[in-house]
């Protein structure tokens, strides 16, 4: 009954490689976010779609493509990783409204070699 | 445009002694505070949250935190704690106008020595 699942849980994959993280989530919520959070912790939005419409993007490498097939999915696609990549990439997603609460998923830990 | 100070980046603290993590905003508009905690390798999870009305809020696990307006902080405290509680815990700002994300503190990790 995971509310918001990610996969894979960890990737490891060498520099120049292009990798997809999935994200689902059954909460019903219309929000849906991307967070990277680096090796000090700190957390820092790249994403986030609201039904399918992307609302916020960060700046953020061309590199990085969001992709949200319907209000349930929303998934990352990397190109020509770098290894200043490496770091947990958290999908969150949230009812809309400003005072909904975050909802995260496991993350995913991305290393780049 | 908002933003977030966590001033601790770690706090120890002995199992059941009280603590207090702080947690100072600024923003031009009103604002809405969350408290989250993170275990090791798990997501972000819900502490607490305050959106309006009384200014002490509770919330789970035994901890709550206080806005105070006129300090712009949200300060989260529990009278005791225990083992389990060691975690990174972030405070974060959603504001009610404009860019609609939230922003993140920088975290502060609680230790909690037996």
């Known amino acids: 009954d995971t509310a918001v699942s990610q996969t894979p849980k960890y990737l490891v994959t060498q520099m120049g490689n292009d990798k997809s993280i999935k994200c689902e989530q059954n909460l019903g919520h219309d929000t849906m976010y991307w967070y990277k959070q680096d090796s000090k912790k700190f957390l820092k939005i790249m994403f986030s779609y609201n039904n399918k419409e992307l609302i916020i993007n960060e700046t953020v490498p061309n590199r990085f493509s969001p992709k949200s097939p319907d209000k349930a999915h929303l998934n990352l696609h990397i190109n020509s990783l770098e290894l200043g990549d490496s770091a947990v990439y958290f999908c969150?997603?949230?009812?809309?409204?400003?005072?909904?609460?975050?909802?995260f998923g496991n993350g995913t830990r991305l290393t780049v070699t | 445009a908002q933003s977030v100070t966590q001033l601790d980046s770690q706090v120890p603290v002995f199992e059941e002694a009280p603590v207090e993590l702080r947690c100072n905003y600024s923003?031009?508009?009103?604002?809405?505070l969350f408290w989250y905690v993170q275990y090791p390798n798990q997501g972000l999870q819900l502490l607490l949250k305050y959106l309006s009305g009384s200014t002490l809020v509770k919330g789970i696990n035994g901890f709550e935190a206080e806005f105070n307006k006129s300090q712009t902080s949200f300060h989260l405290r529990k009278p005791s704690v225990h083992i389990s509680d060691t975690a990174e815990y972030f405070c974060?700002?959603?504001?009610?106008?404009?860019?609609?994300?939230?922003?993140f503190g920088t975290g502060t990790r609680l230790k909690v020595l037996a």
């Open positions: 923003s031009s508009v009103s604002v809405y």
């Open positions: 974060a700002v959603s504001g009610n106008s404009g860019t609609y994300k939230y922003i």
């Open positions: 969150a997603s949230s009812p809309v409204g400003r005072n909904s609460p975050l909802h």
